[in-house]
Structures are given as structure tokens and as C-alpha cells.
């Protein structure tokens, strides 16, 4: 027994060093948001598809809500990771990724895009790989982009955001960590307060910031709408996370395995836009029917008011974003 116990470890040792045992990859897929969010349910459904298609080889385990890592530490971690087996996973919103390429701007800018097919142009076109490539130097490979929505902007007090900039004079809003961001709240006569996604809550509950900017999703699932009083559909920008690994371990993994997570993740994305659309007015409508925050839209005159107020936004980073990419991307748009 001994002696067959031997050959059997022998045999196995063996196997191991000529690659005939497969290695199992671990992706660890983190994210801020809750799984009922469009990229919640476009990473558990990608975790879904890659575990039972690609079992034994592939394995991916999903942290929501921030549990594994928050948007700023994750990429961190990934640059830093130098694990030829278990990689990490991300999908930060696209102001993260700013400090590493600077053409990533050119989303936050307002009214850049007038609805979401305008950005499925751009993401879906030979510029997007452009942008993003400057990230393989800093570590973070690009995989993919996902869809929340356009953003609307919410406000506590006694009226809805409306006339710019009389209605935001002296009211401060939470936003991403953009200065493209700031400058917009700026032009539209606000105070802009950056915040981790994580605080927004309670600084709107206790006052700390009056309002916010978000799509549609975010509102619903983190409750804003609960200590808001007013919502204005401005639709005035885009709301989208880039799904990046880290790149070690992507360029380490074997060209089948790329290949078919590639395959998957580009059917997760198609999903995520699915579930996208379908919160851009599912949850709309959920807020609407809880009667706490009334849903505001903009006429046609005060949205050319708001477009006229942030019309010089563009023009503030347009060397850092590059002349020569804006004006690729308004003609790909058409405008």
C-alpha cells in the first residue's frame, strides 16, 4: 500500500511539472456598490458564467459594498499585486482613473453626450482604446466598460434645482474625486464637496452637503432619495465604471483561458446595459411611487440654461483631455 501510495504522489508531483494538472486562477471581483445595482448584477452574473463554464480552471468570487476594498484602494492593490494566480478585479467609476490617464476626462464633461447611446459610440470605437491604454503602463489592464446611466441631480430644501445658478448660490453638492466635477458645480453656481460614495448618505442626512449628482440606480438602491426633497431629471452626464485586473496577472494567464473570459465578460457588459436601461426607469419610477423626494424635469428653456452655464467646462480641460481626441469624439458624435 505504501509503495503504491508512493508512485501515486510520484505520478502527481510528475503531472504538476509538466502542466498536465491545470492551474486553477482565482479572480477576486470587487466593487462599492450593492448587488442589486447594474454593476452588481453584471458582476455576479459574470462570476456566474465564468464558474460554471470554465470550472476547475477559472474561479471568481465577488465583494460588494466595498467589503474587499473601497475604488481608491483597489487599484492599489492591483498595482501592487504581483500574484501570477489569484488575480483582482475592479470596476471604478471612471473619475478614478484620471490620475493615470487624462483623456478619461472627457465622460465627466457636461453634455458631452446627449443620451446613452452617444457614449455606447464612443466606448464601442476604436477612440475608447486610445483612452485607455495609457493604464497598462500603471499596472491596470482595461477589459471592458459598464453602463449606470445618466446622472440627475438631487436637493434638500424648499425648491427643486431648476434656475442655474440661482437655485444652487451657496448649496454644496457631494461628487466624485473630478475636477471636471467641481468645475461643473462650479459654472452652475454651486459648491462642490468630494466624498467616498460610502459617506454620501449620511452627509446628505445630516446636512453636511444639501444635494448630489447620480444615476438613477445610486439614488434608489443607497436611499438618497429618502433625505432629498427634490430630483431634477438634468441628465447632464454619465455615470459608467471601467472594468479593469490587474495586468500581470491578465498577460500571465494562458491565451484559451484570455479568450474565454473575454467572451464572457463581453456578454456580462450587454447584460449590464440591459440592466442599466432597465434601472434608468424601473428605479425612477420606485422612487417616484415612495412619495418622499418629488421628481423634477427641466423645460426646454432651462436646459438650455444649464447647457449655457457649463458650456466653458469643456474648454477648462480640453489640453489635458487633448484638442485633437474632443474634437475626434464630436465628430464621431456628430456634433
Known amino acids: 500500500m505504501k509503495k503504491i501510495s508512493g508512485l501515486l504522489f510520484a505520478a502527481v508531483v510528475s503531472l504538476a511539472a509538466n502542466g498536465a494538472i491545470a492551474q486553477e486562477y482565482v479572480i477576486k471581483f470587487s466593487h462599492v456598490v450593492a448587488p442589486g445595482t447594474p454593476k452588481g448584477k453584471a458582476a455576479d452574473l459574470f462570476a456566474k458564467m465564468v464558474n460554471e463554464r470554465m470550472k476547475g480552471r477559472v474561479k471568481v468570487e465577488v465583494f460588494p459594498n466595498s467589503q474587499l476594498y473601497n475604488d481608491n484602494k483597489v487599484m492599489e492593490a492591483m498595482r501592487l499585486s504581483d500574484s501570477k494566480t489569484t488575480g483582482i478585479m475592479a470596476a471604478p467609476s471612471l473619475s478614478k482613473f484620471v490620475k493615470f490617464s487624462r483623456t478619461i476626462q472627457a465622460f465627466d464633461i457636461p453634455y458631452l453626450f446627449n ?22 503602463r500603471k499596472g491596470l489592464k482595461a477589459i471592458s466598460l459598464w453602463d449606470n446611466g445618466m446622472k440627475v441631480f438631487s436637493i434638500r430644501g424648499d425648491k427643486p434645482l431648476k434656475k442655474v445658478p440661482d437655485d444652487f448660490k451657496g448649496r454644496k453638492f457631494r461628487i466624485q474625486s473630478s475636477e471636471v466635477h467641481a ?9 462642490p464637496q468630494k466624498l467616498p460614495f460610502k459617506e454620501v448618505y449620511q452627509a446628505l442626512s445630516q446636512g453636511v452637503v444639501d444635494g448630489q449628482e447620480n444615476a438613477w440606480s445610486n439614488v434608489y438602491s443607497k436611499k438618497f432619495y429618502e433625505v432629498q426633497d427634490y430630483i431634477t431629471v438634468s441628465n447632464h452626464s454619465y455615470l459608467g465604471y471601467m472594468v479593469v485586473v490587474s495586468a500581470e496577472f491578465w498577460n500571465n494567464l494562458p491565451d484559451d483561458i484570455r479568450k474565454e473570459l473575454t467572451a464572457i465578460m463581453a456578454e456580462a457588459t450587454a447584460a449590464n446595459r440591459r440592466f442599466a436601461a432597465e434601472a434608468d426607469s424601473g428605479d425612477r419610477a420606485r422612487i417616484e411611487a415612495a412619495g418622499k423626494a418629488k421628481v423634477v424635469e427641466l423645460t426646454p428653456e432651462e436646459l ?32
Open 115 to 136: 443620451d446613452i447611446d452617444d457614449v455606447h459610440k464612443l466606448v464601442d470605437s476604436p477612440i475608447m482604446d486610445k483612452m485607455t491604454k495609457p493604464l497598462e
Open 183 to 191: 468645475a461643473m458645480i462650479k459654472a452652475l453656481g454651486g459648491i
Open 304 to 335: 438650455a440654461q444649464w447647457r449655457k452655464a457649463v458650456a466653458g467646462v469643456e474648454g477648462q480641460f480640453s489640453k489635458q483631455i487633448g484638442t485633437a481626441l474632443l474634437a475626434d469624439i464630436h465628430k464621431l458624435l456628430g456634433h
